[in-house]
Every structure is written in structure tokens, then in C-alpha cells.
């Protein structure tokens, strides 16, 4: 088996993995995404393949985000034919995202290519952490990474099944801030342990990042979100937050509706609204996905819905009833207030008691809030505030001093909200003397710096990034086994050579500190293919895995092994 990094190397957006063994017959790709933001954007997602796509067997697909998905469809138009493993909430995801598209971009997505991929879902139980076969000794793995619904790390294991000749690689995808002590973001849960492997492939986004306690406290989150919920009811005024689509749009949905229920009463004067068609039909097409559960030996457990939910709500996640409460809270998000249907949570606590649908419906027009007094709070899109529904939004009421404009999330310095945060500390006078202008691409849409009145604001704690911290639990901790590295050569790709360097770093420190030796490597664009075969370490591996693998099904044997050597 070899493996050729396409992409990205040295940037963020691209991710493209090529494996292939010619004697086996194997010839295929791990993930297929578009860059986004980057110089060369226009030259890779239009570019001539360094292999040919009729030749691909099949594609595994870690999650939705189109940096990861993004070229799956005009890789049909190119000759790929074979089947897209990944799980089923992705495919659903990701299907959305490219109908929403063909308008945006017809050349790499139209109805043809669109209707042509062979979507492949396991049907396997467990889902996550099975070996799912998909040819003679190949195997595929997928593991909860809590970055979005849906994605999940992949391993590959090639070689007959529990023999030292098998042997495997994991790919990261995209990691979140999740990890089981720790869940951070709202409604997703934890990232699953890799597990050990020969090779592992991680993302390095915030590979240099070392975020604050405060930083990744959901509670210090919510009350900054809550103290401008109350200051736009103070000034009678509009809270307006862009937000990306999948996953953090949601997340915010979620936060507000709590803030709702902690004080019911003081929030009935203000007016929530979703003013985001793509991110409400991905609400809608993944509200039956969250009802999910995995089970092991011990226990039965949401899929998908993280812990934070029952801890907010009182609820325990291993009740069934409280199982059915935590999931009705969570599909709430996606009614509209006075709801028939919605007959309120049973069990939990006060803000169980008061949980309800908050979202108006049909928003109103931006020169309609703009005229009015009435408090209002605005979730829309896009997440950088350049297009979609935020472009109006934002350039109707960014000059109004009682606006308030809340970005969640990273934002490049030259999108709108990047440029917004640029100016976040400038006094009005200040803002008054600048030259710079905020454009959009609609001509009729553009606002002096000079005239722009509201306040300016970024909430942190929305990122489905992991930090430097994240990463390194991710490749060196097992939960149960104690600490070991997902794999013992690591391969560092999807980030700047900054933050690439910054986590090779850290991965040694780290390495060091619990005594054991790994090889970190930076492909380059120039590398090529890298043989996953022959080492002296074959065998060693090979048992070790199996050890392992023996320990986690049976962890009573670590205790006896210990009476043993003791006796």
C-alpha cells in the first residue's frame, strides 16, 4: 500500500489523500474537497488530476464541509464512477450543499453530476468503531471526531484480519474541541479514541493554538451571548449574527433557546428569527439524525448528541426517557414559536420546565427592523457576512448605533466580518476619519467605515476546531489503555506550514514527556508516494494491535495481568 498527498499541504482548504496498492487492485481517494480562500483556489478546483478518475475505485469521505466534499461532484463529470463511503448524515449534508451550488458555481455542480454519486452507507452495527469490509482483506473504520454531525476519522486496514501482516493507517478529517471530559461545543458529542495504527494523517488547523479556559467554557460563552441578547433589549435595537450553515448556526439556535428558558419571562418582549434558508434545510433534513444511538457491551448512548445537553437540561443520558426529553429539545430548534405540536419537555430542570420553541416566523424585511423599535435578534447567513441573506442584513443596519453585529467564528481579513473585526475597538470618531468602504458583490450594497454606528462583537467558544491542546489528546491519548499515539509515524497536512510546525513540535514534547518514540513528517507538494509497507516494526505492531484490541473488549484482563507480575 502507498499513499500520495494530493492536498492540502501547507494550506487549509483542499483535503485530497490518494492510496493505492497495484498489485492488490486498490486505487482510491480520501476526500475530495475544494479550496476555499486560498490563492490558488481557482487552479486547484479546476485542475487536471495527477491520476485518472476512471481508475478510482471509490472515495471515503470523512465529512460534509465542501474543503473536504467539494470536488466529488465534477469528479464524476471527469470519469470517477465508483461509490462515496461515508456515514449517512454526511451524504445528506453534503447533498444539500451542493443542490444549494449549481446556481453559485454551475461548473462544478449541476443536477447530472450532482445525481450521479453512489452514495454508500454501512449497514454494520455498530456503525462507529466496526471493520467494515469493502473489498477482499481491506477494511474501512469510522470514529466520531465531534467536529460536525456526521464526521467521522477514518482508518484503512489492509492485510488478513488479525495477523501480523495487517496493517493500517487513520485520518483524522477535521478533529473538534470535544473531548469526553470536556465537551465544549453545544449539541455535539465527543471525539471517539483513534485507537492505535502504524500510520496516522492529522489536520494541523490550529495546529499553534493554545485556546484559554474561559475560551472553552460553554457557560462564559452563553452569558456573552446572553449580555448582548440583554443589551439589544436594553436599546431596543437589532442583534445581528452571521453564521455558517452547518453546524454553527444551530449551535447558536441552541443557546438562545436556553437563554430563553433560564428567564422566560424577560424574553418574551424580544423577536428571534432565522433568516437562513440553507441552514433551515439542513435543520430539517438532519432533525431525524439526532435521535441516533450506539450501544457496546456496557452501555447505549446517543450517536450524536453530546452530554452538554442533558447537563443544561438536568437529565441524565442514561435514562431512556431523559434520552427522549434531550432529543425533543434538541428538533425544538427548528420549530417556529407558538408550535401546535409542541406539548413542552417532561422531566429535568427549571430550564427543562420552561424549553420552547422561541423562532419567529417569516422574518421581516431589514428596512422593516431597521424602522422599528421592537428588539430583534437575527441569526442568518453567510457565516463571513459577504453573501447570502447577512449581506442585507449587515449593510441595511450597520449604520445604526443600535446594531449590534456578533461574529462567532474565524473570518479572513479580507471578508466582511474580518474587516468588521478590524475596526471592533475604533471609537466612532475614529471610524469617521477612515477612507475604507465595505462592499459586497451587489453594486447597490456598500457602507462607508465612516458611517457605520454598531457596536462590534465576537463571541468565542462556536470554533469545531480543535487547539494544539485537542490535537495532541487526539493522536497520543487513549482512554482506556493510557496514553499511546494513534500511530507511530504521523503524517501532518490540512494547515499553514506555521501551524504544521508548531504541532510537530508539540507531538515530540509530548512523545518525549510519556516515553516513547514517534516520526512526525511534513509531506510536501514534491514528496510523492510514500510506501505504508516493509518496516521492522511489522510484526511488533501487528501484536501490539492485537493486545490492545483484546484489552478494550476485555478490560478486566489488565487488572489480572497486573496480580500476575505482582504475585
Known amino acids: 500500500m502507498e499513499v500520495n498527498f494530493i492536498g492540502p499541504l501547507g494550506k487549509v482548504t483542499g483535503s485530497c489523500t490518494w492510496m493505492q496498492d497495484k498489485e492488490k487492485g486498490w486505487n482510491f481517494l480520501i476526500d475530495c474537497g475544494m479550496q476555499q480562500g486560498e490563492v490558488t483556489a481557482d487552479e486547484w478546483n479546476h485542475q487536471t488530476w495527477p491520476f485518472d478518475p476512471s481508475e478510482i475505485k471509490f472515495i471515503v469521505l470523512t465529512h460534509a464541509h465542501m474543503d473536504h466534499s467539494g470536488l466529488i461532484p465534477s469528479l464524476y463529470d471527469s470519469g470517477f464512477n465508483g461509490k462515496v463511503y461515508c456515514t449517512e448524515e454526511t451524504a445528506a449534508i453534503a447533498d444539500i450543499q451542493y443542490r444549494n451550488s449549481t446556481h453559485l458555481n454551475p461548473e462544478l455542480f449541476n443536477q447530472k453530476n450532482i445525481d450521479s454519486i453512489k452514495w454508500c452507507h454501512f449497514k ?104 448582548l441578547v440583554d443589551r439589544t433589549m436594553s436599546n431596543q435595537g437589532t442583534l445581528i449574527i452571521p453564521a455558517f450553515a452547518l453546524g454553527r448556526s444551530q449551535d447558536i439556535l441552541f443557546d438562545l433557546h436556553a437563554i430563553a428558558a433560564e ?22 433534513r438532519t432533525a431525524p439524525f439526532w435521535s441516533k444511538t450506539e450501544s457496546n457491551l456496557k452501555k447505549t448512548r446517543p450517536l450524536w448528541l453530546g452530554k452538554q445537553i442533558f447537563k443544561l437540561l438536568g437529565l441524565t443520558n442514561n435514562d431512556p426517557e431523559h434520552l427522549q426529553q434531550a432529543i425533543r429539545a434538541m428538533l425544538s430548534i427548528s420549530l417556529h414559536q407558538d408550535d401546535p405540536d409542541w406539548a413542552g419537555l417532561e422531566g429535568g430542570n427549571k430550564i427543562a420546565a420552561n424549553w420552547k420553541p422561541i423562532v419567529a416566523n417569516n422574518p421581516p424585511s431589514p428596512d422593516e427592523v431597521a424602522s422599528s423599535n421592537r428588539p430583534t435578534v437575527i441569526i442568518t447567513g453567510s457565516g463571513n457576512g459577504d453573501a447570502g441573506k447577512a449581506s442585507s442584513w449587515l449593510s441595511k443596519l450597520l449604520t445604526k448605533d443600535t446594531t449590534t453585529v456578533a461574529v462567532t467564528g474565524y473570518c479572513g481579513s479580507k471578508t466582511v466580518c474580518g474587516k468588521l473585526l478590524s475596526i471592533k475597538s475604533l471609537s466612532i470618531p475614529n471610524r469617521r476619519m477612515s477612507k475604507n468602504i465595505i462592499d459586497w458583490s451587489n453594486p447597490d450594497r456598500s457602507v462607508a467605515v465612516a458611517d457605520i454606528r454598531a457596536s462590534i462583537e465576537e463571541i468565542k467558544g462556536y470554533s469545531a476546531h480543535g487547539d494544539q491542546e485537542d490535537l495532541l489528546n487526539w493522536a497520543l491519548r487513549n482512554a482506556i489503555d493510557g496514553y499511546l499515539p494513534a500511530g507511530d ?28 518514540n514517534i516520526d512526525v513528517q511534513l509531506p510536501e507538494a514534491t514528496t510523492g508516494w510514500i510506501s505504508l509497507e516493509s518496516s521492522e516494526s511489522t510484526h511488533r505492531d501487528a501484536d501490539l494491535n492485537l493486545i490492545m484490541e483484546m484489552l478494550n473488549q476485555r478490560p478486566e484482563l489488565k487488572d489480572m495481568i497486573k496480580e500476575e507480575e505482582e504475585s
Open 263 to 284: 428567564e422566560p419571562d424577560q424574553y418574551e418582549r424580544i423577536d428571534f428569527y432565522y433568516d437562513f434558508p440553507l441552514g433551515k434545510e439542513i435543520i430539517d
Open 124 to 227: 454494520k452495527e455498530p456503525i462507529l468503531g466496526s471493520y467494515h469490509p469493502v473489498d477482499n482483506d481491506l477494511f474501512i473504520q469510522f470514529l466520531r471526531t465531534g467536529h460536525i454531525l456526521g464526521a467521522v476519522s477514518v482508518g484503512i486496514f489492509w492485510g488478513p484480519p488479525r495477523s501480523p501482516e495487517q496493517r493500517s493507517i487513520v485520518f483524522s478529517g477535521d478533529i473538534g474541541p470535544q473531548s469526553e471530559e470536556h465537551e465544549v461545543l453545544p449539541t455535539i458529542r465527543h471525539f471517539m479514541n483513534p485507537g492505535k495504527h502504524n500510520y496516522a494523517v492529522m489536520e494541523s488547523t490550529y495546529g499553534s493554538t493554545n485556546r484559554t479556559s474561559t475560551e472553552k467554557d460553554p457557560g462564559t460563552r452563553r452569558d456573552h451571548l446572553k449580555s
Open 489 to 516: 509515524t504521523f503524517f501532518l497536512q490540512h494547515g499553514d506550514n506555521h501551524n504544521r510546525n508548531s504541532l510537530r513540535t508539540a507531538l515530540y514534547k509530548k512523545a518525549q514527556e510519556l516515553g516513547f
